[in-house]
């Protein structure tokens, strides 16, 4: 059998098979910042996948950046999120949330009335980010998060995952890669504080190990999962030794017997960061970033990975794992409906065998 095909445990997490639905913004979220009718529709077509990832979801209102992306802070989100954990266990899988909060990444102009942007150091990202209202603006200028502030934050998570819990999630995943939150306070060009959670590479590491135990506060830690990518500049990032701040991040975490590490391959061609993650954590890796079947599949044999995640394939095609069983083609995804409202490019997108019939 197909490595990818074999089942799997990540910590506390069972798998069926080593094909992930890795996490996807897709900007579908109605009024509230609620996942749509059609979030059901959209996950629960992909139920096959040995686990779902979510879209990056915000842990509070102060943790939106884009426009139409759900949160996990309202009992309403709660209800519209827990049609989603039923279709996908109904269809036999299994599913966590990201949890994600952009930090400095982000405008006004997509929150809601008095919420914040916030980040370890106000220092405002390079770049301009997309509103519904008037286009392409530059990003907001954080304010610094004061200490207790810090702390409500990693206690807005947990609460996060609590609600995450009571809409019947199997775990969490925290989203600490493409320059948002907990990569800004990782990062040596982002965080420039001199208390407890700056003011060296401890220091740097401490806001990410400590949302991490509150999340396995919640969950257990055999249900939460690391995203990372090493060495990243997305999002005007940048770290003077990122070998080094992620080597020590692993080896911190190891205590903490998480379910998995999820590794995107750096665009850097001087990070590994496959190998970084062999060395320096022993857990359970997923990997991530422009794998096929068959390269997928080698991963798994050689040793380093348990399972790999597919992003952009399962958009079109939401029946991916049985293509790769049956060789079937893949589909190609319509870039101008990524991150468009509605039906469109999201659950409009035929099965291999809805489409041959
Ligand atoms: C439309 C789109 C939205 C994405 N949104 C997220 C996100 O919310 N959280 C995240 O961690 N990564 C996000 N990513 C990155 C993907 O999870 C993945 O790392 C990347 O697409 C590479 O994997 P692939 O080659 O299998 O597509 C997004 C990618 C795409 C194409």
Known sequence: MQALLRPVDLGALHLRNRIIMAPMTRNRAIAGDVPSELAARYYGARAAAGLIVTEGTQPSV???????????????????????TEAVHRGGGCIVLQLMHCGRIGSHHNKAPGARTLAPSALRAAGKIFTDDVGLVEFDTPEELSLPEVQGVIAEYAASARQARLAGFDGVELHAASGYLPMQFLSTGTNLRRDAYGGGLNGRLRFVVECLEALAGVFGSGRVGLRICPGNPFNDMHDERPLETYAALLRSLERLELAYLHVIRSPDPAIDAFA??????????????????????????????????????????????????????????????LYTAGAEGYTSYPTHTAAAG
């Open 276 to 337: 970084l993650a062999r060395e320096c954590f022993r857990g359970a890796r997923i990997f991530n970033d422009g794998f096929d079947f068959v390269s997928g599949g080698e991963a798994i044999t050689g040793g380093s990975a348990a399972a790999v995640s597919y992003a952009r394939a399962f958009i079109a095609n939401p029946d991916l794992v049985e293509r790769y069983v049956n060789g079937w083609p893949l589909a190609a995804f319509d870039r101008k409906t």
């Open 62 to 84: 102060h943790g939106k950046g884009y426009c139409r992306t759900p949160g996990m802070h309202s009992a309403a989100q709660v209800d519209a999120w827990r049609t989603v």
